[in-house]
């Protein structure tokens, strides 16, 4: 685990394990949370929204979902019904994967699950043409992980920074498609 990604959840290990767990859980969620729009631009299915959703609402209210093993197994990307298969499915599937991983993280405790959950949404965006429009570096430093540090939610402006599109231009762009 000796990337630059996972030098970075290690040092949230400084602090005591609940700490740095529910820390991380922020932060993995804030990741995949972000890199749904590279799902939303090809996909109409809502795994990945929903994993995130069932991540989001177990930090705020701290109940756990009934069962989190539907939000663990990425969702698999499609169009109508219609399987995707061809270059499309690197960057959706990476964004469904985030998604998994942050859930898995949140019941496994295990450091490579939020590693994964970054990667998976950073690999997103390296895949993904939104990539170009979206320094998913920057606000990862500058903003998520200050928010995930001090436990609290984003607020609107924070979810947006350093990207140059919306999630509904993503989702009108995908209908146009079809």
């Given at each position: 685990?000796?990337?630059?990604?996972?030098?970075?959840?290690?040092?949230f290990?400084?602090?005591?394990?609940d700490?740095a767990?529910?820390?991380?859980?922020?932060l993995?969620?804030?990741?995949?949370?972000?890199?749904?729009?590279?799902?939303?631009?090809?996909?109409d299915?809502?795994?990945?929204?929903?994993?995130?959703?069932?991540?989001?609402?177990?930090?705020?209210?701290?109940?756990?979902?009934?069962?989190?093993?539907?939000?663990?197994?990425?969702?698999?990307?499609?169009?109508?019904?219609?399987?995707?298969?061809d270059?499309?499915?690197?960057?959706?599937?990476?964004a469904?994967?985030?998604?998994?991983?942050?859930?898995?993280f949140?019941?496994?405790?295990?450091?490579?699950?939020?590693?994964?959950?970054?990667?998976?949404?950073?690999?997103?965006?390296?895949?993904?043409?939104?990539?170009?429009r979206?320094?998913?570096?920057?606000?990862?430093?500058?903003?998520?992980?200050?928010?995930?540090?001090?436990c609290?939610?984003?607020?609107?402006?924070?979810?947006?920074?350093?990207?140059?599109?919306?999630?509904?231009q993503?989702?009108?762009?995908?209908?146009?498609?079809?």
């Open positions: 685990m000796h990337t630059e990604l996972g030098d970075l959840v290690r040092a290990e400084s602090v005591a394990p700490e767990y529910m820390r991380l859980a922020w993995s969620m804030f990741a995949a949370r972000r890199a749904l729009p590279c799902w939303e631009l090809y996909c299915g809502r795994a990945p929204q929903e994993a995130v959703l069932a991540v989001r609402d177990w930090l705020l209210t701290g109940v756990a979902p009934r069962n989190w093993k539907p939000h663990t197994k990425p969702g698999l990307p499609a169009y109508k019904g219609k399987r995707i298969v270059c499309r499915e690197c960057d959706t599937g990476c469904a994967d985030s998604a998994a991983q942050a859930a898995r949140a019941t496994t405790r295990d450091l490579f699950d939020a590693v994964c959950a970054l990667s998976a949404a950073y690999s997103a965006f390296d895949q993904s043409p939104l990539g170009s979206e320094e998913f570096d920057r606000w990862l430093l500058d903003v998520a992980v200050p928010a995930a540090y001090a609290r939610e984003l607020t609107s402006e924070e979810r947006v920074a350093f990207r140059t599109y919306d999630d509904e993503v989702r009108l762009q995908r209908e146009k498609r079809s």
